[in-house]
Structures are given as C-alpha cells and as structure tokens.
C-alpha cells in the first residue's frame, strides 16, 4: 500500500499559476490510479482530475478542463497538478487520492478511493 503527501500549495493571485505535487512512498506505486480532488469550506470534496496507471488517460472535472493539467512520474513515484488561469474559486484544501486499478481505469468518484494524502491549502486572491 502506497502513503501519499501533498505539497506545492500556496497563495496565488487571480491569474496565476501552481504545481501541486503528491509524493508516494510504499511499494506498487504503478499499480495505482491517481486523483486530485478539492473541498472549500462548507462544501462537498469535488473532483478535479484523474488518471490511469499508466498516465495515457486522463479525466477532468469540468470547471477545471483546459487551465489544469495532471501528470505522472512511476519511476519517481509522483503525482502532478499544473494549474493555470487560476481563479478564487479554486481556493480549496486539494487532496491527492490512490486507488489499487487494473491498467487503463479512471475514477472520478471520491469514494472509490482508498488512500487520501493530508491535504494542501491552495488560496487565490482576487
């Protein structure tokens, strides 16, 4: 079983940019598929992306197609959120998620995930 942590969150300004990063320690990590979801204050954890063992497929929320990208690295056991274009809605706690996968799955449902990272507070300013 993998065990994820999250880093790369910050303050931002409307317009700006930030990688997240989700690091895994533990072994199989290429056996995983990978998401990225948010919770703001008050409201449910929201799906932002996904993606496949592999990397090859990936998912995207809708208020996220087109200024996030996800990503990545099994050698480096690594999971990547570029976000771009950012707005103050984006401010949210983003979580990196894994769930054991046969090859070429996504999951885009937070209760299909099994391990959850800690969390990291992303704040954009208007």
């Known amino acids: 079983q993998v065990q994820l942590v999250e880093s790369g969150g910050g303050a931002v300004q409307a317009g700006g940019s930030l990688r997240l990063s989700c690091a895994a320690s533990g072994s199989s990590f290429s056996r995983y598929a990978m998401g990225w979801f948010r919770q703001a204050p008050g409201k449910e954890r929201e799906f932002v992306a996904a993606?496949?063992?592999?990397?090859?497929?990936?998912s995207y929320g809708d208020v996220v197609k087109g200024r996030f990208v996800v990503s990545r690295n099994n050698d480096n056991k690594m999971v990547y959120l570029q976000m771009s274009s950012l707005e103050p809605e984006d401010t949210a706690v983003y979580y990196c998620?894994?769930?054991?996968?046969?090859?070429?799955?996504?999951?885009?449902?937070?209760?299909?995930?099994?391990?959850w990272g800690q969390g990291t507070q992303v704040t954009v300013s208007s």
């Open positions: 998620a894994a769930k054991s996968s046969l090859v070429g799955y996504v999951f885009t449902t937070a209760s299909d995930y099994a391990i």
């Open positions: 993606l496949s063992r592999s990397g090859v497929t990936t």
